[in-house]
Nanobody
Framework: QVQLVESGGGLVQPGGSLRLSCAVS????????MAWYRQAPGNQRELVAL???????KYADSVKGRFTISRDDARDTVFLQMNNLKPEDTAVYYC???????????WGQGTQVTVSS
């Protein structure tokens, strides 16, 4: 059974930072690409950042220079460091595991990030 469990969301003021974690079990973590998506109310789910099994990274233009995705293959965990948060970053953030072909394997349950003063 594949499980992705996110943590680290919360309420933060504009300009603040949060670090999201996603602990993965049930798959060979190092063989999968990992990504963070987000979905704000009324919006479609969008890709925030991706890290391949070879540690290649890709970011949405809206978060470049502020967010950093990383992975620890020894701990089967992927992280999203979010700095200089803005109100428009408010959303539910989801962790995703995908095969190298791009096909999705599983999603986490989501963690709420709210940026507000």
């Amino acid at each position: 059974q594949v499980q992705l469990v996110e943590s680290g969301g919360g309420l933060v003021q504009p300009g603040g930072s949060l670090r999201l974690s996603c602990a993965v079990s049930g798959i060979i973590f190092r063989d999968h690409n990992m990504a963070w998506y987000r979905q704000a109310p009324g919006n479609q789910r969008e890709l925030v950042a991706l890290i391949s099994r070879g540690h290649f990274t890709k970011y949405a233009d809206s978060v470049k220079g502020r967010f950093t995705i990383s992975r620890d293959d020894a701990r089967d965990t992927v992280f999203l460091q979010m700095n200089n948060l803005k109100p428009e970053d408010t959303a539910v953030y989801y962790c995703n595991a995908a095969r190298p072909s791009g096909s999705s394997v599983a999603w986490g349950q989501g963690t709420q990030v709210t940026v507000s003063s």
